[in-house]
């Protein structure tokens, strides 16, 4: 049974009591005033006032001396308080005692527990520990031993009964005293824990980058943690928030009619609880939003706001609508040019297919298709590094050869070097006849690589360099070209960046080519493109990917687009004239390359300028193929293909001919639609003589 004063509830407890010793001293002289004037006029009502002289006169002393020191007690120190409180409490616990026994025998129990309550009341505060309170136990149960044997006439007749009663009231006062600090004690845990809760909370509220206000009806702020008081500056919220430009939500222009304090007063007229989001505040070229809520503080109606730094938020929002919208013109402009170049490619294949014009007339036509298959290809790194960063760049694996696509990617080069003075070699070790992997991908990475080399070679050679290890195909593209400074490596990889030396030797490009070549790469499980270059001596780019290899005998059965590989038609061209083909386009010359394309293959050839004219043919002709593209006025393709469905199903018509979908969109969201309604393969624009007759002839067999 320990008392520890040194706790912290301890010494709150200590502080407590002696914080009160002023009110209780001044309670217990205000009843020691009373209580005599009490016992006077009780006296002089009963005994009259010719008697008592002696007992009249003690009372009205000691009020007299109770109302002296109750009036000096407010000047006097907090030890003068407590030695007088001593002192009273000493004198009141002798005087109980004596008039109990002297004067009022029949009065000794009502004086025996006024004398218990006096102890309790003006001693028990000076408990600190077990032993003291021992002895103020020992000290109170003197007195009244004393008494007691006082009263008895100094005679014991029951010495047993005389002990017992001395334990008994030893410790009746130390266990009212022990259990009286007990609960103090506990609740000034109680207390200690409720404040070191609340500092805790106040640290979190402090430490809170938002910036936190109380206010009250008046708008003044009654409390604000850190952030709030260096933002607000000011004891009332109606000064702050005066002259602020407000806005009720991030896209809406100022209107400085609107005054945030007022909305901020119409919610003192709401429930508790309620929540309300103000809006926008433009301070000092920085964004807050504020939010409110109606709340009970210090039992008053206040509101708590709560002011957030939405400067960036609001900046990443319109970031991310621009970059959205450049997206989107991004796929509208791609679309619109890749359906003239589709046109133009096509149209020139046709005509580089007869033999009626001049070498001049077949240099300007090369000149045609390389012009456009250049547009092409910046087109489509725009758009490919744009679904990169979006997240939208579909990888399409499928087993095909490796060593051809290499060599496919070798004759493209050798055709653009032409007569320069640059030997172009390939070399293949241990290559699988078929592997798993992106075949489009990986051709656009390798030729990028090599026209790279191309355009910075001048002279020497260019070697592709084909190896197969451990399931990672590993290629190299060597060049003896001009070379690049160490410190200009890492720019090669920075979108839109070009180093010097392209400027000057090939000024061409948007600076995209190795930035989404790299982003490829990853995406088709490498670790991107490393780079060996010295100046003057030339540049080894290389990289590797994990690809799975599987046996020759392995044939996909659906044409892939963008592979090119050259398909040679395995039918006589009399069988194919039975095939009808129709042609859904909006655009005249798109009709008229894809057919003159058919027709030199032997196809029959049909032509409709919207979905709707397409179903009237489909309705009336038995078609082998019909050609849609997706985008047309009155009726647009996927309407079509659905309704064609339809059509079939309602035994209108006997078959439904595949359709293919013939787009310059290149989004998923475009291929799931197609497959959506129906269409069984996409062509996109533009595509070559090799690729659409591939498809078509697929499809027809």
């Not at 003159?596 to 919207?610: R, V």
């Amino acid at each position: 049974m320990n008392l520890n004063s040194d706790s912290e509830e301890g010494k709150i407890l200590d502080a407590i009591k002696k914080d009160t010793i002023h009110e209780r001293l001044a309670s217990g002289l205000l009843c020691g005033i009373i209580i005599p004037l009490i016992h006077l006029f009780s006296d002089a009502y009963y005994n009259g006032l010719n008697n008592n002289y002696s007992l009249k006169f003690m009372m009205i002393a000691m009020s007299l001396n109770h109302y002296f020191f109750r009036k000096s007690l407010p000047s006097r120190s907090k030890t003068f308080v407590l030695m007088i409180s001593i002192a009273v409490t000493e004198i009141s616990n002798i005087a109980m005692g004596a008039l109990a026994v002297f004067y009022f025998p029949e009065c000794l129990v009502f004086y025996s527990q006024t004398s218990a309550l006096i102890y309790v009341y003006h001693e028990g505060y000076l408990i600190s520990s077990t032993f003291f309170l021992c002895l103020l136990a020992a000290k109170q149960t003197a007195i009244w031993t004393f008494y007691t044997y006082a009263y008895s006439g100094f005679q014991l007749k029951e010495t047993s009964a005389y002990i017992a009663g001395i334990i008994c009231l030893f410790l009746l006062y130390f266990f009212i005293g022990y259990y009286d600090y007990k609960k103090d004690i506990s609740l000034c845990k109680s207390k200690l824990e409720n404040q070191t809760m609340h500092k805790n909370i106040l640290a979190v509220v402090d430490s809170i980058s938002d910036s936190i206000l109380i206010i009250d009806q008046s708008n003044d702020i009654i409390f604000a943690n850190s952030c709030g008081k260096k933002l607000v500056n000011s004891p009332s919220a109606s000064k702050f928030f005066k002259g602020k430009k407000y806005y009720r939500c991030y896209c809406e222009k100022t209107n400085n009619d609107k005054k945030v304090i007022k909305d901020i007063n119409l919610l003192f007229k709401t429930s508790i609880n309620t929540e309300v989001c103000f809006g926008i505040l433009h301070q000092q070229n920085e964004l807050y939003e504020w939010k409110g809520k109606l709340i009970f503080w210090n039992n008053k109606e206040s509101i708590i706001l709560c002011g957030r730094n939405v400067t960036h938020l609001v900046n990443m929002e319109k970031e991310s609508s621009e970059s959205k919208y450049k997206s989107a013109l991004l796929r509208t402009v791609s679309h619109e040019l890749r359906t003239p170049t589709s046109a133009v490619i096509s149209l020139t294949q046709i005509i580089e297919s007869s033999e009626r014009f001049s070498p001049e007339n077949a240099e300007r036509l090369e000149i045609i298709k390389d012009s456009c298959s250049y547009q092409l290809c910046l087109i489509n790194d725009l758009l490919d590094y744009a679904q990169i960063l979006s997240g939208c760049l579909k990888i399409t694996n499928i087993f095909f050869n490796m060593h051809q696509l290499c060599l496919d990617c070798m004759k493209i080069i050798k055709v653009q070097l032409n007569e320069k003075a640059v030997k172009l070699e390939f070399c293949a070790k241990n290559i699988p006849d078929l592997i798993y992997s992106d075949p489009y991908r990986l051709k656009q990475v390798i030729l990028n690589l090599l026209s790279n080399a191309r355009k910075f070679t001048k002279k020497g050679r260019i070697v592709l360099d084909l190896s197969y290890e451990k399931c990672n195909v590993i290629v190299k593209c060597k060049d003896t070209g001009i070379g690049i400074a160490k410190d200009k490596i890492k720019e090669l990889f920075v979108p839109f960046g070009t180093l010097e030396s392209s400027q000057t030797m090939n000024p061409q490009g948007v600076g995209l080519g190795l930035v989404i070549s790299n982003m490829l790469i990853k995406e088709l499980g490498g670790i991107g493109i490393k780079v060996e270059s010295e100046v003057g001596i030339g540049s080894c780019f290389s990289f590797y990917i994990h690809a799975d290899c599987e046996s020759s005998n392995t044939n996909s059965d659906v044409a892939e687009e963008n592979i090119k590989v050259s398909i040679k038609s395995i039918y006589p061209k009399t069988i194919l004239k039975r095939n009808e083909i129709l042609i859904v386009d909006d655009t005249n010359f798109n009709i008229l390359a894809l057919t003159q394309i058919l027709k030199n293959e032997g196809f029959l050839c049909y032509s409709a300028m919207n979905g709707e004219d397409a179903i009237n043919f489909v309705r009336t002709r038995d078609f082998s193929c019909v050609i849609m593209d997706c985008e047309m006025p009155i009726m647009d393709g996927w309407e079509a293909c659905k309704k064609i469905s339809k059509m079939f199903e309602e035994n209108i018509i006997k078959k439904i001919p595949p359709i293919i979908a013939y787009t310059a969109h290149t989004s998923d969201f475009i291929m799931n639609k197609c497959k959506e309604a129906g269409m069984k393969d996409v062509i996109i624009k533009p595509c070559t003589s090799e690729d659409l007759l591939s498809k078509v002839k697929c499809w027809i067999e």
